[in-house]
């Protein structure tokens, strides 16, 4: 039998394969993952109200306690950088958008002033990019 020291290094050891797998298994689904998950928000809305009526949400976050959350996020800061990665096309596609509309907006802007004048500048920039909501994402 495997000592819990090798039992975990095995289980560490094998996130390239879980790693395929889960690219495997996303790559060989052929249901409709969007129409089952809205479907599914009734569920979802359920079960919360359920664990938070039983006090299994509240008694989770008081077992783990401000130590075991500071600990447990503090182990994830490198999926940061994965992160980043991952969403460096959708980010540059946004981003490119974004500057294009702000490089449309600010020649436009009302002066820079008095404190008066610069709260009518914010304003006015804040108004034209809430106009173009949902247009400057990767996806808009």
């Keep these: ?21 889960w690219t495997a298994g996303i790559n060989n689904y052929n249901g409709d993952w969007a129409g089952s998950t809205v479907n599914a928000y009734n569920n979802w809305v359920s079960g919360l109200a359920n664990a938070q009526a039983q006090g299994l949400w ?4 008081q077992a783990a306690g401000t130590g075991g959350w ?20 959708e980010y540059t596609q946004a981003i490119g958008k974004v500057m294009n509309a702000l490089a449309n907006i600010v020649p436009n802007l ?12 914010a304003t006015t920039l804040m108004d034209a990019l809430h106009a173009q909501k949902g247009q400057l994402s990767a996806a808009g």
């Design 58 to 61: 509240q008694r989770g976050i």
């Design 70 to 89: 500071k600990s447990a996020s503090q182990a994830k800061a490198g999926n940061y950088s994965t992160g980043f990665q991952a969403g460096a096309n």
């Design 1 to 21: 039998m495997k000592t819990a020291a090798q039992a975990a290094a095995a289980w560490q050891a094998s996130a390239g394969t879980a790693a395929a797998n």
């Design 110 to 121: 009302p002066p820079r002033g008095t404190f008066e004048q610069n709260k009518v500048r």
